[in-house]
């Protein structure tokens, strides 16, 4: 167990001498963020640093090794960004503590997708763990659907998952109507299909194709049974062993590298991938498959082991977080913030008709590395925030059989 930093607590108000507001000098701590490179991005740590008054360290890894060193040693960070279907893990784990919303400056502004589960009352609620289903801390201590002024996580960024494909080589299809999962298993795209290699993800692409299928069904597809898990590895070893798959990606920039070199035609994808493909100059769509998306959330959570001058550091910065600036910034790589209408000030009209309702691009937009990435002209596949989120097939989720179907993941890559 890594032994805690110790920190020194200073408080000072400093008068200026004009009739400039006062300045008031931060507390000396170290916040350690641990979490992905999603959100951890050198501008928003600088920005974070600037206007809250203290130093932050980012350490941003992937997806599985953040779960793991978090899990097992929460003595290791302070806060913790990444995907809802670690929540579970992390508290069973007791790796990290509630969080008081009457501490969340923004808390009443946080839309209905994470409180209900659904971010209008018509909208699907998804298969698997739905947000709302692991936020509020009962009084028994478990994670369930009444709402408490106790979370396990505070909500930010969220957004949905399908597929990307290349429409120089694939006919486009028609959002929500020919679009489909089945499309991952199709025999004519046999050689040039990728998958994204996360256990936790990539199962869900390959349940859902092979069910729009029809290869299989199932009963609950978030909560797959021992019997429905080995159903569909054999599919997904026999559609290998016959050369179906052309890679199994592990970062953004690879799937990006997959597209660009042709090795892939059609593969899971993420929306950052997306645009960077556009931008080297491959048509590629990402879909809105009528069986409906995969869904994610973003967690910030707080460690067990924060307390002190650093926990009341760590709320200040989820409090940042929500105040505007990040959300702006996020939405310029196709994500979505919790409380989206404090941040559309700080975006131009343009941005939000793009982004937010889906309509078509009036000026080219920049990405949040400052280059175009929306030509004039262009619409977000998939339509406005409220469509996409009314459409959801299931959320990421660790199952109750996660163990069994990471074995049989990591030996479907081994046969």
């Not at 110790?6 to 006062?22: C, G």
């Not at 936020?135 to 960024?157: D, H």
């Amino acid at each position: 167990m890594v032994t805690r930093r110790s920190f020194l607590k200073k408080a000072s108000v400093v008068a200026a001498a004009t009739a400039a507001p006062y300045v008031f000098s931060r507390s000396k701590v170290t916040l350690r963020v641990m979490g992905t490179h999603v959100t951890l991005q050198e501008e928003l740590r600088q920005r974070a640093m600037k206007e809250l008054g203290f130093n932050i360290v980012f350490e941003p890894k992937g997806s599985a090794a953040v779960l793991q060193k978090a899990a097992s040693n929460p003595a290791s960070f302070d806060l913790y960004e990444q995907w809802s279907d670690s929540i579970n893990i992390l508290w069973q784990a007791r790796a990290i503590q509630p969080i008081e919303t009457e501490r969340l400056k923004y808390w009443d502004e946080i839309n209905d997708l994470t409180k209900k589960g659904r971010i209008v009352p018509s909208a699907k609620l998804g298969a698997g763990d739905s947000p709302n289903k692991i936020l509020f801390v009962q009084p028994n201590n478990q994670l369930g659907t009444t709402e408490t002024n106790r979370i396990s996580f505070m909500p930010y960024v969220h957004n949905v998952d399908s597929f990307g494909y290349n429409t120089n080589i694939i006919q486009r299809g028609e959002p929500y109507v020919t679009e489909s999962w089945a499309w991952l298993l199709d025999p004519k795209y046999k050689g040039k299909v990728a998958l994204v290699n996360a256990p936790t993800i990539g199962i869900f692409d390959a349940a859902l194709a092979a069910s729009g299928q029809g290869l299989m069904s199932f009963g609950d597809i978030g909560n797959m049974t021992i019997a429905e898990i080995d159903q569909l590895f054999a599919i997904l070893t026999a559609k290998k062993r016959e050369g179906h798959f052309s890679g199994f990606w592990t970062s953004v920039p690879q799937s990006v590298d997959f597209m660009v070199s042709g090795r892939a035609h059609i593969q899971s994808m993420f929306s950052p991938g997306v645009s960077a493909s556009k931008g080297k100059g491959v048509p590629v769509t990402y879909a809105s498959p009528k069986e409906g998306y995969r869904a994610w959330h973003g967690v910030m959570c707080l460690s067990s082991k924060t307390n002190g001058a650093v926990k009341d550091a760590a709320y200040d910065y989820m409090n940042w977080w929500l105040s505007g600036y990040p959300g702006a910034f996020i939405a310029r790589q196709g994500y979505y913030i919790s409380n989206p209408q404090r941040s559309r000030p700080l975006m131009s009209e343009q941005e939000w008709n793009y982004w937010y309702e889906g309509q078509e691009a009036s000026v080219p937009l920049q990405g949040t590395n400052g280059k175009v990435s929306v030509k004039p002209g262009e619409r977000r596949d998939g339509g406005s925030y409220i469509e996409r989120f009314s459409n959801i097939a299931v959320w990421n989720t660790v199952m109750d059989n996660y163990d069994y179907s990471l074995d049989r993941w990591y030996a479907f890559l081994n046969s």
